[in-house]
Structure formats: C-alpha cells, structure tokens
C-alpha cells in the first residue's frame, strides 16, 4: 500500500510541482505577501529583500565548496573502489535503497557536509551495481539524511552554537552543553528511532519490479564516471608540475601541520571552514597528480549551478524574514498561544514552516533566538528543550523543500518533482513520528 501512494504521489508531483527555481521564485512572493499583510509596506519590504540578497554569500561560498571538495575526494581513485564495494552489498533492489538510506542518515549524524556529498555519489555506484532498483526511490533515500539525523548529530548547528564559549547569547543564556541536546537521552532515542522506522518505510517502500522505474541504460551511461587525464609524453617542466606527485603531497604534509596547529590552539570542533580545508587536502593527496585534481573540479562544477543560483533568492527571503519582523511576529504568536506542554511541539513546526522558506541549517536562529528564548522563560520551558525543538524542525522540511537536494539531483540527473512523491510521504511519517515525541516530551520533566 505505502509503494502505491508513494507512485501516486510521485505522479502528482511530476504534473504539478515546479522546478526548484520556480519554487524560490514562488517561494519569494509569498514572503512578500506576508511582510506587506502584518504591516510593512511594498517599498520597505523591497528594500529588506535587496539588502538581504548577498547576505548569506559567505555561506554560499562554503556550500559551493562542501559540494566541490566532496566531489573531489569522492572521485580519488581509492574511494572510488570504497563505493563499489560498498554498493556490492545491496542484494536486491529493496535491500539497495535501505542501504542508501542507512548510509545517508549515518553519515547526517557525523556531519551534513559528509552526508549532502557522500550521498551523491554513492547513488551512482548503487545504481550501477543494482539496476533494477527504483532510481527515485534510491534517490529520496540519498536525501533522508538531511531531513532526519543532520541536526540532532554532531554538526547540529544549533546546538553547537549554544555550547560554544561566546557566543552571542552567552551573557544572557550562559552555555548549554551537548549533554543536554545532543547526546540528551531524549533527542538520542528519537534520532535512533526515526533512523529505524525510515530505513524499514524504504524498504517497504520499493515497488514490485514491474511497477519500479528503474534507471534506464542512458540515463546509466549519463551519470558521469571520472576519468583522470593520462600523462604527456613529453617531459617538460610544466607537465612535471602538473603529473608529478611530489606537489601534492608536499601542500598535503603542510595542510596536516596546519590541521595539527588548528586543534592543539581551538581544539577539535568541525566548522564548514575546516570541513573544507579536510576534504581539499585530502582530495589533493588521494589524487595524486593536481591534473587529477583539476579535471575532477571542472567536472565537480556542473553540480553547483542550482546551489549558486538558487542561495540569493533564499537570502533575499532571509532579508526580508528579518528586516521587516515577519520572523518576531510569527514567534511573538506562539509565545502568546502556546503553554508550557504545547511549546516543544509549535517550535517545532513554526521551525519547519520558516525553514521551508530560508533553507539555512539554522543561520537564522541568530534572528529569532533571543524572541524564542524571552518566550521560553515566561512560560517555564527550558532552553534544552527550546534547542532540541527548534533543531528538529529546521531539518524536517529540507524533505519537501528542493534546495539541500540541488547538488544529489544534478549528480542524479533527475528533477525534485521525481523524488517529491517518495520524500513527501517520508515528511508525513517522520512529522507524526516526532509531533508526538515533543508532545509527549513535557511529560518526562
């Protein structure tokens, strides 16, 4: 029953979903209608929308490089071998798309980047060892990890923030440890939980063979394997500089040092910056050859446009989320309807909602925090709580938002309409699945 909703939603989706631009581009009018409808004028939200724009191009640039640097490592020869072998595992069609689920929500809990990257390109190998294996299906099973263990794992942004010494909140909220969300004993069961009940929901999931849309013969030779440049004859110069492997390795043993130097002064936290300074150095190594590494960003690159083109007009949204208090608004309504047993579950989904429309990993929690928080207090909810909340929430809509999935689909080549049926039934169970979590939450206090 659940493989038949999940095609007739599947369906639906490829007649009446958009592109993913065309969702931002939607998505950007109706944050328009809801900044003019509590008040702020067409002129002040178009400002708050052009002054927003670039805003999170920082962010931008270390996205872009999370999804290029992956590719880089993930096209190193060794690993190469790694996912092969990996994908040889999978048995039958359905055993393939839980093994792509698993990895994916596992590789979420050590860190989003490992996940949105590593998932990509492992799709392609399972695909090619299992051909029988429904492509969207496997697809949406790449995808689960961002929308169900990311922000309850060790890069949890949210709850990384809150636990790291000054940090904006500091003077008001002191530190709250990762004891206390993290590795809570609540937010703990419930990552285990859903990562059970969704890698059984795939593998029920699978179509019977006459039913599955198998990936075809072209779309398999489309999914683009790399090839490293061979050699030159000659024995110039330049081609020593480009084929040799002293090179590499050498900026290889620097980078190390550097590593070495980072967590002796700050200590072992994993931020995106030193994510990607990890993967280049390692990539570099892996390659062998900077030819290598060349060729393999060139081809890397093609899975960046939708990234690129796409993060302004989120961050537009952000600036008008912000600037025009439709974010104070939205959080000022919960605070005044919600009590403390019903909290836990409207931060929940007040996050959800906002994340659909500013897919940030939680960068807009420096806007709503000290507002959510204020709410919290008055009410007698505690700020673990808060976190684990809003963390959740912030990841479950990434299912049926098209942004995070732009680098696996253009790895995949397929559209977001043909993972929406499958992704849109797995938001419905894990929506129900944790709603009643932090409805019941209060009860453990």
Known sequence: MLARVATLLATAAERYVPSAFA?????????????????????????AWGR?????????????????????VSTAPVVDRL??????RAGSPASAATLMAVVSMLLAWLHWGLSLVGSAMLVRHIARAQPRVDFRLLVTAAYLGMGTTWHAGLSGSVPLLMASPG???????????????????????LTATIAAVMAVMVWRLHPPAADAVAVSPEALDALERFNPPDAPAGRSFAAWCDHT???????????????????????????LDVLNFIFLMTAI??????????????????????????????????????G?????????????????????????????????????????????????????????????????????????????????????????????????????????VISVVVSMAFWLLPLAR
């Open 52 to 72: 927003g724009f670039w805003a999170l191009s920082p962010f931008a640039m270390q996205m872009a490089l999370v999804v290029l640097t992956g590719f880089l």
């Open 285 to 322: 190594v892996l390659h062998g050859r900077l030819a290598s590494v060349m060729a393999a960003g060139e081809q890397g690159a093609r899975l960046l446009a939708g990234v690129l083109l796409q993060f302004p007009l989120y961050a537009g949204m952000y600036g008008v989320i912000e």
């Open 324 to 428: 025009t208090g439709l974010a104070r608004v939205l959080g000022d309504t919960i605070a005044r309807t919600a009590t403390a047993d019903t909290l836990p579950l409207a931060l929940y989904w007040y996050s959800s909602v906002l994340n659909y429309f500013v897919p940030s990993g939680g960068s807009k929690w420096a806007v709503e925090a000290p507002f959510i928080i204020d709410a919290a207090r008055q009410i007698g909810v505690g700020l673990d709580e808060v976190i684990l909340a809003y963390a959740w929430g912030d990841m479950a809509s990434n299912l049926i938002q098209p942004f995070w999935a732009l680098p696996l689909l253009a790895a995949a080549r397929l559209g977001f309409r043909d993972i929406m049926g499958y992704a849109a039934l797995c938001f419905a």
């Open 83 to 88: 996912f092969r072998a990996v994908a040889r």
């Open 167 to 189: 940090h904006f909140l500091e003077k008001t909220t002191g530190l709250v440890p990762l004891s206390a969300t993290t590795f809570a004993p609540f937010n703990l069961a």
């Open 245 to 271: 492997r002293v090179l590499p390795y050498a900026l290889g043993a620097m980078g190390t040092a550097w590593l070495v130097w980072h967590v002796r002064t700050s200590g072992p936290q994993l931020t």
């Open 23 to 47: 969702i931002a581009v939607l998505l950007t009018g109706v944050t328009f209608a809801g900044a003019v409808a509590i008040g702020a004028t067409p002129g002040q939200t178009l400002v």
